[in-house]
């Protein structure tokens, strides 16, 4: 009997459980958070601006968000994903530049010296993109970053880059989307770079995704018009880089903004400004068992000045350990 | 009786013919254009992108069209709307600076001198542009625009000049939305000039505006974050610039297409020339008497090259005079 009670008394925890998960899962819309003050945060904001007797109600037309891709949506260690892209660029096409053997930073990325290409400074990164990223159509470099991705995989999680994306964050652009928003992405990567998977993987079209650009040519092949890419920075996306891209691309103030590090301190800052409500959300990884743990210390990403504002600011940080029931999709 | 005959006969005419507009009024999306060639093919087109079962069919995502805004949503005779508007800023701003009284531009615009501004050239133009668009935030720019939008008129229509708008081309977006398409504005205009109106006026949020750029800075004012225009021009969306612009803020290449002048040519010859079902057309100016007439001898919307391969290239042209049944929404 006592025997049959502890079976019975396990049967009912987990079909208690299996319940509350299925309640829970049906009507929330946040599934993969756990019931923090992030998540409620988020919650509280999207609940206020929507609802129309409320103080804080915001007209559809003026919900827009903006969400930092790296680090924010989708993992950036050990290496930006772009930054592995080019890696794989220049050593395919290193056959042809003999001269990269000498010749940093494309000597540190062939190879794979982290401490050297470390010290590779705005000049460097300028080289290797316009060597890797210009000399072709827009659509000639769209297909090399769609086979690319396609089966691009991160080193350590064995999945591909697409799907080291954060689930948690997947459901915070469907959640926000529902309840009227425009979502952006608002990136220092290549938009081209990103524009090629944002749709199948976050549901961005294209137009809904800012970010660094190099010039482009209107140019005849024989009777084609195609758009040829120079080698040359139009613009770049990050830092006091964000709110010019925003006002360029979006053409007005975000409500909501959501980012990871530094480079999005200035955008976090322009976003939560504006009058009426506002929202700014850092993602804090703290999570070194199922993704990474890197603050202030980190070359890539670093967060020290909108970790150390945010509680003055308003700022909603989430510690990705303690707040997220899951970090990626499940592997299909 | 034979009177009574005519009477009766003349009332079925009137009836019938009231009967009909009904008819054509509730199912017709586009109620204000004739049933002509241009309408004819603008019907077709929709019907065969968006029957799933016709080998033209465009899923929603690639359902893009961008109009030019000069000349093809609304009347740009006898001077672009933005030019009347720089002209109204230089005669605000002209007593503190008595210098533009001999220095050109400046001087035709003060004196209305239209042969002398029939001669300014790109770099006049971008000193004027300059003196009024730059030197402050842009949300104090679009306080500008909002303030004189909502007053000035058209010198001959004496209508506000967001009613100068077209009202076949009204109902072109709205049906063209109704199918799944997503509409944008790509312009030589200022998209700060055009994003202030273009969502009460064409139904379009600031991102779906594409349009000329001057450069802007973060800046902090006190502990407030603001764009600040700079007197520097980041990007002209006119002629090889059109396409350049599509790359770069839709990132994906349009179906459809309409213009009306050799500024939009190279845009039509970018959509037009991709894989699968595309449209051009192009609004001829033609009716002196409801708007302007004009083509290939104006300087203001100059149409030649245009109108002359449109046959060949299979764009759709509209007689404006032969194919609109009205040309402005009807005053309320």
Redesign the interface.
Known sequence: MRADFKSLGGLVVVLVAAVTTAARAADDPLPSWNDVASRKAVLGFVARVTEEKSSDFVPV?DRVAVFDNDGTLWCEQPMYVQAVFIRDRIRAMAPDHPEWKRLQPFKALLEGDRAALADVGQEGLVDVVTATHAGMT?DEFAGLVRDWIARAEHPRFKRLYTRCVYQPMLELLAYLRANGF?T?IVSGGG??FM?VWA?PVYGL?????VGS?VR???ELRG???V?MRLPEV?FIDDH??K??GI??????RPIAAFGNSDGDY?ML??VT?GSGPRFGLVVHHTDADREYAYDRDSTVGRLARALDEAPARGWTVVDMKRDWRVVFPPEK
């Open positions: 037309p827009s425009k952006f938009v081209e524009r749709e079209p294209p137009s809904q995704v650009t482009t040519r209107y009777e084609t018009p758009l139009d006091a880089g709110p010019v006002g360029k691309f979006i053409g007005q200035e800052r322009y400004s």
